[in-house]
């Protein structure tokens, strides 16, 4: 009975994880079409960068947002200098994703080497709290807190402001929205800069539970793929959700079928995508 | 002209172990053709039908591993090629019901999903699949009595498996169906209305390039003598994908160019450069951003144009033009 | 028996009716124009009649079959041919080979993956003669995008009539043409035989109301009027729909 409250407790905290990693990459491709493949090495990224600054004597928390806004920096130069150049083509895009995401795995080797590095978890959120009886990592309850912060947040953002509004119209009808006089692409690279610098701060929020290590961006990148096709792309709720019945499905399918564990992950994300075809990647049918 | 550019190749690989002295040498050789089949393979789906695949590296997989399977279960090598070859095929009419479901980037996603699926098996199915340890097999066939073991003798092996597979692949390409499955790719809907059955097309182009896929996979194994999850990685149906792009898809030599380019770099050149997946990286993004069409039709463009510049000058050309040869080089 | 016969036809997007209980009756060898003004669903009616978009109800006959449940593939084998409004054809390849496609359509030939399709005499001879038929057999080794526009509305023509249509279905033969092309299509429509059955949907007047027999208004996806050409150019409907309510 413990055992399945424990993996529980760990499902939910991978979930609030999965959301701060997968709501990056839900903006881009709700926005803008790309299923960006490179988010994973963001994630990655965002975790080697925090080593450093930690490294430099930074804290927990400052390391977390600098590196953040260093990742989403650096997304924006890619949107600018890369994907830019290569408006519509949706597989051309990909491609490219793919491509960079080779060469900054091979960076991170060349600048932080290839043993696996951990991330102290904050000294304010160390040890464990008594969750009705249960004992349960405090940090990891912190991660859900985060979670949720940042999804009120982003809802707040896209539903509430000025800009949020330009996101969605984006999403609607991207030529319209043009029309209407939004700088649809500078748009898209706040958008993309957005989703890269989630994707980052994600990387060093999980740093203390997963640590970094060469090959972490291949570990979370089709996680991030199966949140967002389960819970629609673009939109928040569904990666919200999503990112818990992954959580679950990941854990659980660890621990009750550790041979097939990939199996109970992809098989929803393969169903899904085979029984809507239209739906997920192709633009909704007027 | 061509016939002769054709025979002179055709010798020179023949000779190959002879002019070329070391075994490590024509070692990569052996792999550029190997991999050279698994693109030309591809090519099939991704240049001829249009539609990508990012999880081909599954099929090249199931048959290495049922291969290897079968040979460590004590059957013979013609054997467990057949079993290979028969797994990889119902294997790729699997795969191939799923993914056309979708289109575009829906065909994208679902073969990532489904490489995902057979990545994950292979990773944790322990008991079957050895998981991260892969799996050994300590003999390459004895063909005709002609032991395999040796570099040279392996190279002339796969050498004539190449040559059939390409002679395979072209024939289909010049073929009715194979200007079916253009046409496809160009104007489905035209297609439809001029009463092709399109997923029918796509389904059997799914099974070919199925079938060479894991004729490829098969020579992998027995180069290799082990296959492992890597080999079925994303990253590994990256690499294909980059090699058929990366050397002009469409053409028959554009993935025969683009394995060479992907395999010397992946052995040869990391000797040399530390970062061979950065600069793998980096020429896949320049290749899509600047030559999108790949490096041989780049370059056949970028050689008409420095000759149209030499030329005197070119008067107005009304007449028949040579049309684009789609099934030749 | 009718050539091509539609009842009833309905499709609605989400709460938009396109096509509003169509029913409309072709003749054999009649050559019948639709028009209507933009939006009226004419492009649509044709997509429902090749099957490219399923009817919500209604059916449709071509000849003595009912088609409304046969796939859009088969319907060509069926006899039934159309061309597009935009310019649908095969970019890369010769007019040639663009001509021989549509003719190995209807053969088995199509699923042979072992003969050159290069060497195939009696079809590549099927498909010049077809390319003579809109006066453009000199032009057989060009490639398609070496053409002028007006060349290529001559090849979407001949790639219907390749497959010798029994029902042959226009979208717009005449857009973005010179008055040169023009009459070059017009021309080449007159000496179209009466074994084939034409509809076509048109903008231009001029050569439209010249090449109409029977004329069929559409308007917000509904017939408003139907008749024969001096029939409907008098009625006072048609007027009201082309000049505003």
């Not at chain 1, 997968?22 to 960006?36: D, K, W």
């Not at chain 1, 975790?47 to 806004?69: D, E, H, K, T």
């Amino acid at each position: 009975m413990n055992l399945w409250l424990i993996l529980a407790g760990n499902s939910i905290a991978f979930g609030g994880l999965l959301f701060l990693l997968s709501a990056g990459f839900s903006l881009i491709f709700g926005l803008m079409r790309i299923p960006n493949l490179t988010h994973g090495s963001l994630f990655m990224l965002g975790a080697y960068f925090a080593v450093s600054l930690i490294s430099w004597g930074l804290g927990f928390w400052p390391a977390a947002i600098l590196a953040g806004l260093g990742v989403a920096a650096f997304g924006g130069l890619v949107e600018r200098l890369l994907l830019r150049r290569l408006p519509g083509a949706e597989l051309a895009q990909v491609l490219v994703t793919l491509g960079l995401s080779f060469m900054i795995a091979d960076i991170c080797l060349l600048g932080w080497g290839g043993d696996p590095i951990s991330i102290a978890t904050p000294s304010e959120l160390r040890g464990a709290s008594r969750i009705a009886g249960f004992a349960f990592p405090t940090y990891r309850l912190g991660l859900i807190v985060i979670a949720i912060v940042v999804a009120a947040t982003l809802w707040g953002l896209v539903d509430k402001t000025r800009l949020g509004a330009m996101i969605r119209a984006g999403v609607d009808d991207p030529a319209i929205a043009r029309v209407v006089g939004i700088r649809v692409s500078r748009l898209f690279t706040i958008v993309f800069s957005l989703g890269a610098g989630l994707a980052g701060f994600a990387g060093v929020i999980g740093g203390p539970i997963l640590s970094v290590y060469p090959g972490l961006d291949q570990d979370m990148l089709p996680l991030a793929l199966v949140v967002v096709i389960l819970g629609g792309s673009g939109s928040l709720v569904g990666s919200f959700i999503g990112s818990f019945v992954v959580g679950f499905l990941y854990n659980f399918g660890q621990a009750m079928f550790p041979e097939l564990a990939y199996v109970v992950l992809f098989l929803p994300m393969l169903v899904i995508l085979v029984l809507r075809p239209q739906g997920l990647f192709g633009r909704v049918a007027a | 002209m061509r016939r002769l550019t054709l025979a002179l190749a055709l010798a020179a690989l023949a000779m190959l172990p002879l002019w070329v002295g070391n075994s490590y040498y024509v070692n990569i050789a052996s792999q550029i053709l190997l991999y050279a089949i698994f693109a030309l393979a591809l090519n099939v789906l991704v240049g001829y039908a249009g539609l990508v695949s990012l999880g081909h590296a599954g099929l090249f997989g199931i048959a290495a591993y049922a291969g290897a399977l079968a040979i460590n279960n004590g059957a013979t090598h013609l054997v467990a090629i057949v079993a290979a070859l028969a797994a990889t095929l119902v294997a790729a009419a699997a795969f191939a019901v799923l993914a056309l479901r979708g289109t575009g980037l829906g065909f994208v996603m679902i073969t990532v999903a489904i490489g995902q699926i057979v990545w994950g098996v292979a990773y944790r199915w322990i008991s079957i699949t050895n998981g991260d340890n892969g799996v050994a097999i300590n003999t390459r066939p004895s063909p005709f009595g002609l032991s395999l073991t040796s570099t040279p003798n392996f190279y002339w092996a796969t050498l004539i498996v190449f040559l059939v597979a390409v002679t395979a692949i072209a024939i289909v390409a010049a073929s009715p169906f194979g200007a079916s499955l253009r046409g496809t790719r160009d104007q489905p809907r035209r297609m439809t209305a001029l009463g092709y059955h399109i997923w029918l097309i796509r389904f059997l182009a799914f099974l070919f390039s199925g079938l060479w896929s894991g004729v490829a996979g098969m020579l992998f194994l027995y180069y290799n003598q082990f296959i492992s999850p890597q080999a079925v990685a994303l990253g590994a149906s990256a690499e294909a994908l980059l090699m058929v792009i990366s050397g002009g898809s469409g053409t028959l030599l554009g993935p025969i160019v683009g394995a060479a380019l992907v395999v010397i770099m992946k052995n040869v050149v990391s000797a040399y450069i530390v970062r061979w997946n950065f600069v793998l990286g980096a020429i896949f993004v320049a290749i899509v951003i600047f030559m999108p069409e790949g490096i041989v039709p780049g370059s056949v463009r970028l050689a008409r144009w420095c000759l149209a510049k030499l030329r005197p000058q070119v008067t107005e050309v009304t007449g028949a033009a040579t049309p684009r040869p789609e099934s030749g080089l | 028996m009718n050539a091509l016969e539609l009842r009833g036809l309905e499709k609605a997007f989400g709460g938009l009716r396109v096509t509003a209980d169509v029913s409309l009756a072709v003749d054999p060898g009649e050559r019948r124009l639709i028009i209507g003004p933009n939006g009226a669903g004419k492009t649509t009616l044709f997509n429902l009649i090749t099957g490219e978009l399923p009817a919500d109800v209604g059916s449709i006959r071509l000849f003595e079959h009912d088609i409304t449940r046969v796939p859009s593939r088969r319907r060509a084998h069926l006899g039934l041919a159309r061309t597009y409004q935009i310019v649908t054809l095969f970019p890369g390849e010769t007019l040639l080979r663009n001509v021989t496609l549509s003719l190995l359509g209807l053969s088995r030939l199509r699923w042979n993956p072992l003969v050159r399709l290069d060497r195939q005499s009696a079809l590549l001879a099927a498909a010049r003669q077809t390319l003579s038929l809109v006066g453009l057999d000199h032009l057989a080794e060009r490639p398609l995008a070496q053409t002028a526009y007006g060349e290529r509305r001559r090849v979407e023509i001949a790639m219907a009539l390749a497959q010798n249509p029994k029902v042959l279905l226009l979208d717009e033969p005449f857009a973005g043409l010179s008055s040169d092309e023009r009459r070059d299509v017009q021309l080449l429509l007159a000496a179209i035989p009466r074994e084939v059955t034409i509809v076509m949907i048109e903008h231009d007047m001029d050569v439209a109301l010249d090449f109409a027999e029977r004329i069929t208004v559409l308007h917000f996806g509904k017939v408003e009027v139907e008749g024969t050409r001096s029939e409907v150019v008098a009625h006072p409907r048609t007027r009201e729909i082309y000049l505003g309510e």
